[in-house]
């Protein structure tokens, strides 16, 4: 049975690009996004496939445990062990902490955080009966740095940041490669292009970040030899201040 990558949060750009990467390595890209996106799922999967590579939608919130375990468990029993899992989701969102609700904090933690704690659990259950496995985590600017208006989004990225330093520190060992990816700077996508002027400026000059180029240095995490694994990259543009 040939080995699959678990995508979630394969939205339109750089999860896209991470599904489409692990695809063209050889593995069944299983591309996860809520059941409202199944539509735009299916025609990703559909565009990988065209390529003559292997993906299938998966839509689930990946903030339901139990939904979690069934996907993960039809994966590893339908489709193939889980060679690589990569955890995607943004949650990016912005307001004055004397507006923020308890609710969009706790949904924001949900998103960016907790699912992560889910996909990490289940995956390394499967990866440590194999005793191989790699598990990645997208970070942001706010991972390491909060600034004014991010408190939900960067309470739930610094707690991301430290599972994934927890994770890497006891699975490492154990041949589980736990890496952590800090994404400092604007994507090319869909939302970017629409909401900022001069993005062609922007591409000309390199001074956006690629979301295929994103997904070349996950696969490169995933194909690491072990005796000099990297444990948290960044990549942001030449010209991205920092």
């Known amino acids: 049975m040939a080995g699959a990558c678990l995508v979630i949060g394969a939205g339109d750009d750089t999860g896209a690009a991470i599904g ?5 390595e050889g593995l ?9 996106h199944t539509d735009s799922l ?36 339908d489709v193939g062990p889980i060679e690589a899992a990569v955890f995607n989701i943004g949650a990016n ?37 194999r005793g191989r496995g790699t598990i990645l985590f997208t970070g942001a600017t706010a991972s390491v ?16 940041r430290a599972l994934a330093q927890s994770m890497a520190r006891e699975l490492g060992p154990q041949n589980i ?13 869909k939302f970017i292009r629409d909401n900022v002027p001069g993005v062609d400026d922007l591409r000309k000059d390199d001074r956006i970040l690629n979301p295929d180029h994103i997904a070349q240095n ?13 444990h948290e990259l960044d990549l942001r543009p030449w010209k991205e201040t920092w």
């Not at 308890?102 to 990490?120: D, H, I, N, P, T």
């Not at 490669?177 to 604007?186: K, P, Q, S, W």
């Open 42 to 77: 299916e025609a990703l999967a559909q565009s990988i496939r065209d390529e003559g590579n292997q993906a299938l939608a998966m839509p689930a919130d990946a903030r339901d445990e139990d939904e979690m375990v069934a996907l993960i468990d039809r994966i590893e029993n």
């Open 93 to 129: 969102v912005s307001f004055p902490v004397t507006e923020m609700t308890s609710r969009v904090y706790r949904k924001v933690w949900e998103m960016a955080c907790f699912s992560g704690f889910l996909m990490g659990r289940e995956v390394a259950k499967r990866q440590l009966e």
């Open 218 to 230: 996950y696969v490169m995490l995933h194909k690491q030899p072990r005796d000099a694994w990297t």
């Open 20 to 24: 489409r990467a692990f695809a063209r």
């Open 177 to 189: 490669h736990v890496a952590h990816v800090i994404v400092d700077g604007m994507i090319d996508s």
């Open 145 to 160: 740095r909060g600034r004014e208006g991010m408190t939900a989004f960067a309470g739930a990225k610094h707690a991301l």
């Open 28 to 36: 069944t890209s299983c591309l996860v996004r809520r059941p409202r």
